[in-house]
Nanobody
Framework: QVQLVESGGGLVQPGGSLRLSCAASRFTLDYYAIGWFRQAPGKEREGVSCISSSDGSTYYADSVKGRFTISRDNAKNTVYLQMNSLKPEDTAVYYC?????????????WGQGTQVTVSS
């Protein structure tokens, strides 16, 4: 069974940075596309970023382009989301998900989420 655990969330001031981690267990992350999603209170879940398994291609939502960077460390079986220049509207629970396919297939395995709060 695929297991994903997110960490790295917290409270940060506007303009600050956080790095989220998505650690995988019971499977080798190399062969999976890994996506980051977020859900703010009262809003639908939205895709933030994804990194493919095949060639490492990366994708970003327009709202985070130029501020967020997704990367993977296969040796540590972990995917990261570096978030810079954070804004209050980035406040949400962030989830990572895995799919043994492309970034554009439905994601089948999800972590429990980590809270990110951007506030002064």
């Amino acid at each position: 069974q695929v297991q994903l655990v997110e960490s790295g969330g917290g409270l940060v001031q506007p303009g600050g940075s956080l790095r989220l981690s998505c650690a995988a267990s019971r499977f080798t992350l190399d062969y999976y596309a890994i996506g980051w999603f977020r859900q703010a209170p009262g809003k639908e879940r939205e895709g933030v970023s994804c990194i493919s398994s095949s060639d490492g291609s990366t994708y970003y939502a327009d709202s985070v382009k130029g501020r967020f960077t997704i990367s993977r460390d296969n040796a540590k079986n972990t995917v990261y989301l570096q978030m810079n220049s954070l804004k209050p509207e980035d406040t949400a629970v962030y989830y990572c998900a895995a799919e043994r396919g492309s970034c554009f297939a439905p994601f089948g395995s999800w972590g429990q989420g980590t809270q990110v709060t951007v506030s002064s």
